[in-house]
């Protein structure tokens, strides 16, 4: 007789690199306890509907605990011929509890089955995900309280542009953090619908109250069609599209700080604990952590894409290729949450060198603030723009500091300029003009801090 669960209509058996080829219990048995844990609600559903005695159903709740001790303990033993997780718990079952166990799968096909396991798997890992994001998120509010003073130079095309803070710099990050812990809430409401009780794709024959079911494996509801239920992974690739934006954040956030860290900038530097160093020159400290974040982010674009290939234009219901799904799924979930805690211990220890950032505030920066001056008495920006630009090249050409023309060299390119230009050449002045909501001032920035203490105060 033909072992597999499938086995019935076969006669010859599996060329051996086709079993192999088909297996998925290497990477899938991280499912093993969604694939528990549904499975004892489904019997108790089994039982609700007359299929199973309270009796049968007990044995069979019971039996799947001891295979989870199994699981839990590291002692489960994978067989020869476990297909899959599901393959594998059911076989496990049946040799502690008999042929009762052959019961439970009434109804059910492993198509409903995956679907509903990777999506409680899913839901559990989000949640951590969530966590680390808030935790993230809260490390940086934190330092952009405790350093809201400290100014630094505003780059545009990594040049010199205008003086901000270095809290509105880690507050421009949390923010696009936020919108990643946003949007991974907004998922969640996809993940959690249950496809059990689809059956292989056209539903369950026996009368399964799904609602019930829903409820007792904390999902919102049972997902609406059977066709789709089997075959939806669009759950799947949001998760890969939440992961990929998330990591490109990251590597964003981290180029910037390598940037920051390097000898030319000196603005920070990391703990060793972030950073690694060379096996030949001995002075080296790099930051290893950052460029790892960095690079990470290529690797989960990498499976985000793959996954959409994979999905395009497969026909209706399950196909086999949606067992592709859960290799770059599980890596994509793996790769952020280990990414983010290393971000943001990353970001508690690096130490900030005020002084370095203030040091390269230069001139130039203010030439801005030149041509609003002479907005506010009266002249058309555009004008300004030219005049300021004007007074930018006649101090270079002088070889001198913007902030050092003479008064009168000013007045020789517009003659609105008077004695209390000088109160410009302040970068701390600067900052504080841009008092506008988002912008640079410290109250504009401690209503950004006040924002987001507020929102990570409320329940995730
Ligand atoms: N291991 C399979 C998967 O991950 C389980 C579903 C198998 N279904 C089937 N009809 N062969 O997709």
């Known amino acids: 007789m033909n072992a597999k669960l499938w ?59 001891r295979v989870a001790g199994e699981w839990r ?39 409903d089955q995956v679907a509903t396991d990777l999506r409680l798997w899913l839901r559990e890992e989000l949640r951590t995900s969530q966590q680390e994001l808030r935790t993230l998120i809260g490390v940086a509010v934190e330092r952009a309280a405790d350093e809201i003073d400290l100014l630094m130079p505003g780059y545009t095309h990594l040049q010199p542009a205008q003086p901000t803070r270095w809290s509105h710099w880690l507050l421009s990050h949390a923010w696009a953090w936020q919108r990643d812990a946003l949007r991974l809430q907004d998922l969640l409401a996809r993940v959690n619908l249950m496809p059990l009780g689809n059956g292989a794709l056209a539903g369950n024959p026996f009368p399964i109250d799904r609602d019930q079911l829903a409820r007792d494996l ?83 674009f990498g499976k985000m894409s793959g996954l959409l290939m994979t999905l395009k234009g497969l026909p209706s219901t399950y196909n086999k290729d949606l067992q ?83 008064l009168a060299e000013l007045r020789s390119l517009h003659p609105a300029f008077e004695e209390d230009v000088a109160a410009i050449w302040s970068y701390a002045r600067s900052v504080e003009q841009r008092d506008v909501r988002g912008g640079t001032s410290r109250r504009a920035v401690q209503e950004q801090i006040d924002d987001l203490l507020q929102w990570l105060d409320e329940p995730a």
């Open 7 to 65: 086995g019935g209509r076969f006669s010859g058996a599996l060329d051996p690199l086709m079993e192999e080829f088909n297996a998925s219990i290497d990477f899938d048995r991280r499912l093993w306890q969604a694939d528990i844990l549904g499975s004892q609600a489904y019997a108790r559903a089994l039982a609700r509907a007359g299929l199973l005695t309270e009796q049968e159903a007990e044995q069979i709740v019971a039996g799947l605990e």
């Open 73 to 111: 303990a590291g002692c489960f033993e994978i067989a020869n011929g476990d297909e899959d997780i599901h393959t594998a718990n059911e076989r496990r079952l049946t040799e502690l509890i008999g042929p009762v166990a052959g019961k439970l799968h009434t109804g059910r096909s492993r198509n």
């Open 218 to 300: 904390g999902f919102d509801a049972p997902t609406p069609n059977s066709l789709d239920g089997v075959s939806d992974r669009d759950f799947v690739a949001e998760t890969l599209f939440w992961a990929a934006m998330t990591m490109l954040h990251l590597s964003r956030w981290a180029e910037d700080l390598i940037i920051y860290s390097s000898r030319e900038f000196s603005f920070v530097t990391l703990a060793d604990a972030y950073s690694t160093g060379s096996s030949l020159m001995p002075q080296k400290k790099n930051p290893d952590s950052l460029e790892l974040l960095r690079g990470k982010a290529g690797r989960v």
């Open 324 to 406: 592709e799904d859960k290799e770059p799924l599980f890596d994509a979930i793996e790769t952020v949450n280990r990414a983010l805690p290393v971000a943001a211990g990353a970001l508690a220890t690096l130490t900030v060198y005020g002084l370095n950032m203030a040091r390269a505030l230069v001139p130039e920066m203010l030439a801005t603030d030149l041509a609003e001056y002479l907005v506010r008495k009266g002249v058309p920006f555009r004008e300004t723009h030219h005049v300021a630009g004007a007074a930018v090249a006649l101090a270079e050409s002088q070889g001198i500091a913007l902030t050092d023309l003479p």
